[in-house]
Structures are given as structure tokens and as C-alpha cells.
């Protein structure tokens, strides 16, 4: 992406009469939910006559590769190497269909399995297009006389010769034909190789611009200080400091409510100034009095693990006329023979329960967005944000301008793992902007980052398993209690509740003998959102580690055990491959053992090896083997990439993630206290990708951006249970760690 910013206006597009500019359909997740195939254009082809050609995307770059990757498939059926293409940040739009670029929502491990076909379809169509200009030219209507290689059309009989650019006025006038044929999967030339990456050599010199990187004529700075407690709001608005501009009070606009931070509370102030500096001092300096909702002392970490202690026991089931408050039993699968019959007659019965803390987003970006509001006239936004659509609609709402007097700039993400799918910033900025009626660039300090987050849900769960004879597992009793991030996000829940609370949980290609899972809603109000796995961080933990207790039980080997229950032959495939690439069955070096696990997300399935060996105080991991089938792969070194970040990710939040807090305010504030590995504590990972499946069209596609995560917990877990003899079933492993230690 050569330059984040950069949008055609209708000038630009009006006068593109000399090229080729084919519009096509990019679903994101909530355009595919909405509309019908055909109803939302986000995302425009472009063949110049100068044979430039450049690709307008809606999507977010959060450093996951996925722009480089979308033109690697474009590409495949244009025919023409990925790197010609300038790949152009779009902006988003409500009308319809877009007339540029339109941005979707950057979530769910989906930019590249979502716009696989249609860029596909798009770059053969556009293909086809520039063949029939060549033969109207050349007076051949026979599809057989030319063949394309490298951005040309070549006329066989004659020789002649035609570049994509020569065809390209021409092109524009055709008809653009149905079913234009794609490039048999034998002979891909871009899809499934490793390629270069242009967004790498921008963040190498530091040319990409970051949120924080933007600067505007006449800007100011700001910078936001919220209530400690969730739920608080301002009491009095205090003089301006000295070195300061403005004192701002900020309130929850509507679509940014989550939990105890309500819509219209006055929950934060933001201090104008000079530089991001004195904003910074004059805030610290900021004396403030804020108001405290009733029940503030009972918003701590205790009182909600003794809460969902208590929900275990619920009985309260979903009922389709409801209300079905917190508490309530969602049922999401249940088997026709009765699980609580199949445990009783069970000669081994084991029960567990699993506990995951809150959990920190900790983007190495924070949180910051850029507001040029010119009142009744103009508002210009410029935000690291995954949901630049939403972003339109909110600064919409807060301007009353039409969406042709607001324009919204994607820029690059220092890291987004769902926390800047969120708009509470842009909000703030916004209303900032137009108070002190010039541009303004509002920050977060770090320490507002960390405890204003909208953290992983904690989540509590209990397993139920029998055992016979043989080992076979009779019955499965699965309950998770966590919060709600789609009830937090107004959501009326279906018959089994929040998808993002028992995501990973269910349809276990497993053999049990009966099963039964369920979810229950907890009331906590801490804001909870959208994290890297989110529910599958949660769920793979406490089924991977009771299969692993399973095993121990059943005096069988982890891999052998999980190897006879599966039925589906992807995941044997999957274990079988992480096995072999971590020589599982073969002793581990003297003194460090190796846990396993599998699990499955966004239609791909990730298998874990993972080697620790022992510390005076707890595991150190050595070693980290991973097998991913995701169906097909684009780019093979993105996909590895996405994956070993995942495990890091993922290391961090089971040996150190956790957030806590005391009435109602977030304990851990900055890096200091939110311990993350070190660059000589990083462990060798050896990734293995499964080989691709033909393309089809009825096969689901699978996400990689997340998949690192969900196995590695209950991987290292495991490992740890066989080289220690301890179980740990409470994450973190090492709980108030701290970068001094």
C-alpha cells in the first residue's frame, strides 16, 4: 500500500475514460449478514492506459498481510505479476452500490477467505474484457486465436502484441461477460507462493503512516483522562490548567456503550494543547471529581469469579418469550441420549473447572485519532480503525453532516486484535474537534489503553467426562460462564446465546456418548469486546486440557487418545501432522516434556506441540510445532508469519495475561505490570501447512489472522502436567508478573 491515504475523488474517477475501471463486490462479514450478492460495491480494478493498474481496497492493514494477499489472487486470474499492482487504501461509504472502495469491517480472520472469489472473478473478467478490445481491433472473433501472459494480449496467427494498457479505453466499452474462466488451480503462478510483501519496505524506512503519524495544518493535541472506575461519570469540569487550551468533557455517544459505560455518561475529559507533551503533563496535573455508580465496591475481580461460581449452579433456562436475564441457561447442543444418565453409569466420572482472567488488548499503537471539523461544513477523520463504515455512520450521528461532507481515512494499524474495531476514540475525538473548533489529534496514554480497554471476557468453565473400561468417553457435560460481548453490543441472543461465548465448544468431532453443552451470560459490566480468538482463547483451553485429563485417566498416551476419537478425517490429518513434525512418540531432551493439543476457528484447524522445561518458578517454553489446514493457502509466508505472532500473542496471555480490578478500576496500567516474553525467552516455532485443497467454490475458505492462539494454552498446559505432575487449570501461570521479573 503505497499510501494509506490516498482516496480518488469524482474528478479522478470521471476521468478515467481512458482506462479500464471494473467495480466489483467485496462482502465483509456484515455485508454478507445484510444484503443480497450484488448490492454493496466496496472495492474497484483499475487498468490505465498507461498499464498501471491499481486496486482500491475497503479493508484494514493491521500488519497481517492481507492487502499484499488480496492482490496476489487478483492477480492470478489477470494475469499479471502481484507486483504492478498499487494497492490503494479505500474509504467507506453508505450509498449503493459504493462508487469507490467502500470499507468493510476488518474482523474475524476473514479479508482474505471473504473476497477470495470475487477478486477472482474480477481479475478474469477484466481479463476477458481486454481480449474481446483485442479482437474488435485486430478483426478476430475467435477466443482461441489469443492468449494472455504478463499483462499482454497476444494475437496468435499474427503475432501482434497488445498491452493491458493499449486495450484499456477500448475495454471500458465492452460489456463486461459472465462466467469468465479462471485459471485451472494446476497452473497458478501467484496463489500458494511466498511473494513480497509492499507494505514491508514502508514500515522498514518508516514511510507508512500510522494513525499517530498524521499531522494537519493548525493541529492541536489532546489528550483523554477517563473516570478510574467503570461506570463513573463527571462530577464538575475543572479550570483549564496552565499550558493547557481546553478542558473537553467527552461523553458515551450512542454505539459505544459497553457494560457500566453507558450512553451519555460524561466518562472522560480530554486536555487541549500545543503538543501531545503538555496535553500529557497538563492532564496528569488535571485534578478531578467524578461520581460513582452505587455498587462500585462490588466490582472486583473476586466478587465476579464468587459470581460465576454461583452461575455453575444455574437452572434458569432460555426461554423464546424471555427476558432471560444474566444467568440464564442457554442450551447450544445437546445429544439425544441423556448426559447425566451416561455419567452415572459411568465407572470413571472426572470433573474440572477452568478459569481465563480478562485479558488486555496491549496494541503496540495506542489509541488515537485525527478530527478536522469545520462546522456545517466538513468533518475529516484520519483513524487506525477495523471499522471504517461504522466509523462514517458515528461521525455522521455526532456532526449531523451528510455522509458527502465527511470523509473517513483507514490508515495503517499498529496492531487492531479487535480493539480498534471499536469507536469510543473516534467519538472522543470528534466531540474534542468540535468544541475547540480546530484540528485535533486525540491520544490515549498508555495507562488509558490498559485500563479503559474492552477486555477478552473472563470465562469460567466446568467439564463433566465419563470413562469405561476401554477408555471411552460416555458422556460430556461442558458449562461456560463468561460476559456477553454481544449483549454489551445490543444484541438480542438466540436460542444458545452469544456465539463469541461458546465459539470452539461445540461440534467436537470427538466420539462422546452423549454430550451436552451450554453457556450462561454473566452480569459483570466490565466492558468486554472483540480480542485475537476471542471465544476460542477460552473454550480450546478447558476441552484440550480435560482430553489431556482424560488420557491420564484412561493411562493413555495424549496424541494416541485424542487419535482414536476423532471422527473427522481434516483433524486426524491436522494431529497426525503436528505429531510427525515434533517427533511425538520419541523422548523429549532430558529434563522438558511436550503437550498437544487441537482445535478448530474460522473454518481452519490448528494442531499444537508445545516443549517446556522447568524453572524455579514455573514452565519455560522451548520449542512450538504447529500444523494448520485452512483449506487453501495464498501466501504461504504470511500465513506462517500470522501464525508464529499468534503464538506469541498467545504465550503472553497464558503466562502473564490478566487484568484485575478493585471497585470497579482496571490494576494493571501499563507494560510494567503486564509482563510480556522477552526477545531471549522467544521459542523456536516450526510451522507445517497442510497442503491446499482444490478451489471450490461450495468449500468454505479458512481465516489464519487468530488461529496461532486458541491451542497453545491448553499445549503448554498439557506439557506441563506431564513434566511437573501438576495440572494448572487457573491462567495465568504466572499471575502479577511484572517486567522487572
Known sequence: MQNPRLELDRRQFLGGASALTLALVLPGREVQAAAAPGTAVNAWL????????????????????????????????????????????????????????????????????????????????????????????????????????????????????????????????VPAPTNAALVPDSQFRCIGKTLPRPDIPLKVDGSAVYGLDVRVPGMVYAVIRHCPSFGGTLAATPPVPTGAYAVVPTRVAAGTGRGAEAVGNVNAVAVVGPTTWDAWQAAKRLSLKWTLPAGTASLNSNQFLADAQALMASTSAYTASGPNPAGTVYTVERSTAEVATALAASPKVLEATYYLPYVSHACLEVLNCTVDHVAGTRCEVWAPTQSAKSALTLVMALTGLPESKVIIHTTFLGGGLGRKAELDFISQAVQVAMAVGKPVKLMWPREEDFTHDQYRPMGLVRVRAGLDASGYVTGWSYRNVSPSILAQRGAVLGAKGDSQGYEASHDLPYAFGARLTEWVPHASPIPVGFWRSVGASINTFA??????????????????????????????????????????????????????????????????????????????????????????????????????????????ATLFGQQTFINGAAQAKNFNSNRMIRLNEMPQVQVALMPSALADRTRPLGGVGELGVPTFAPALANAWARLSGKRVRTLPFYPGATMGG
Request: with cysteine.
Open 46 to 173: 483499475t487498468i490505465g492506459s498507461d498499464d498501471s493498474i491499481s486496486l482500491t481496497i475497503g479493508s484494514s492493514d493491521m500488519g497481517q498481510g492481507s492487502f499484499a494477499g488480496l492482490a496476489q489472487i487478483l492477480c492470478e486470474d489477470l494475469m499479471v505479476d502481484p507486483a504492478r499492482v498499487q494497492l490503494v487504501q479505500g474509504g467507506p461509504t453508505l450509498t449503493t452500490p459504493a462508487p469507490v472502495g467502500s470499507a468493510i469491517n476488518t474482523v474475524g480472520s476473514g479479508v482474505t477467505r471473504n473476497n477470495f472469489w470475487k477478486l477472482r472473478d474480477a481479475g478474469a473478467t477484466a481479463r476477458e474484457m481486454l481480449v474481446i478490445a483485442a479482437m474488435a481491433r485486430v478483426g478476430d472473433s475467435s477466443r482461441g486465436s489469443f492468449s494472455v501472459s504478463d499483462g499482454r494480449v497476444t494475437h496468435l496467427p499474427s503475432g501482434s502484441v497488445f498491452t493491458y494498457g493499449q486495450l484499456a479505453a477500448a475495454a471500458a466499452l
Open 543 to 652: 476441552v484440550e486440557s480435560m482430553m489431556d485429563e482424560l488420557a491420564a485417566a484412561a493411562g493413555q498416551d495424549p496424541y494416541a487418545f485424542r487419535r482414536a476419537r476423532l471422527t473427522d478425517p481434516r483433524w486426524i490429518a491436522v494431529l497426525e501432522r503436528v505429531a510427525q513434525l515434533s517427533g511425538w512418540g520419541t523422548a523429549a531432551p532430558a529434563g522438558r516434556a511436550r503437550g498437544i493439543a487441537i482445535g478448530a476457528a474460522f473454518n481452519t484447524i490448528v494442531a499444537q506441540v508445545v516443549e517446556v522445561s522447568a524453572t524455579t518458578t514455573g514452565p519455560k517454553v522451548t520449542r512450538v510445532w504447529v500444523a494448520v489446514d485452512c483449506t487453501l493457502v495464498v501466501n504461504p509466508g504470511s500465513v506462517e508469519a500470522q501464525i508464529v505472532g499468534g503464538v506469541v500473542h498467545a504465550i503472553n
